[in-house]
């Protein structure tokens, strides 16, 4: 019984390497969270359909955010922290489908909002609610973006601080999907690749708190480039 004991503990460190290999250093924990009790081949086996589902729940569609919104429970728009509305890209778009009861749903909101953060308000005809998510940077990375050159580490740490608070705002309500433009690569004007690599991060620090409860994430490119 020993020995057999014994082989079986070394069958299971075994598939467990060959989940850090195949699918990463954090495979066997988020596995074992993501499904109770999996050990061995069954970590195996979990680690590969938790990528399974993790590629699954990101959608990368062509066209506006509106047009792509059926089915979520939250749309992100991107605003001022003012939510002063120039009618144009992405707001404008958002805020003229969802409506006269969503603005009414804007006014009671306190502003400025904070930079950065993402703010949930009823989200009139367009879906049950809109993130208002501010992309205007903090004055201490604006400068940056602005006196230096090689911005793509500010960027890209603003991308992972603008979308996961738009995460954790949506958990906060109890909300599991989202649509949303490529965020501050408009007005904000920021490089959609940086944009992209932050919002990777912010997925990525998400799957491993909740790999159990993964949030479906939609992201409609206005501009065919950015597909």
């Not at 991107?78 to 120039?86: Q, R």
């Not at 799957?207 to 501009?223: D, K, M, N, S, T």
């Amino acid at each position: 019984y020993g020995q057999l004991s014994g082989v079986a503990g070394r069958a299971t460190e075994l598939w467990e390497e060959a989940a850090r290999i195949r699918f990463g250093s954090a495979a066997p924990s988020l596995a074992r969270r993501s499904a109770a009790s999996a050990r061995g081949v069954a970590s195996y086996k979990a680690a590969f359909e938790l990528l399974a589902a993790v590629e699954g729940s990101i959608e990368i569609v062509d066209g506006t955010v509106t047009q792509h919104a059926a089915g979520v429970e939250v749309v992100a728009c991107p605003c001022l922290e003012t939510l002063h509305n120039y009618g144009v890209g992405a707001q404008g778009a958002i805020r003229f489908a969802a409506g006269s009861s969503f603005e009414r749903a804007l006014r009671g909101l306190e502003r400025p909002l904070e930079r950065l953060s993402a703010t949930l308000v009823h989200g009139g005809k367009l879906a049950p609610a809109v993130a208002m998510v501010v992309t205007t940077p903090p004055h201490e990375l604006q400068e940056h973006l602005w006196y230096n050159d090689g911005c793509d580490a500010i960027e890209a740490a603003i991308s992972k601080r603008l979308h996961a608070n738009l995460f954790s705002a949506m958990r906060q309500h109890g909300h599991a999907s989202v649509a949303m433009p490529t965020l501050a690569t408009g007005g904000a004007g920021l490089d959609v690749t940086c944009m992209c690599n932050g919002l990777a991060m912010a997925l990525t620090e998400d799957v491993r708190q909740h790999p159990g409860a993964l949030l479906h994430v939609r992201i409609a490119c206005y501009e065919h480039s950015h597909l």
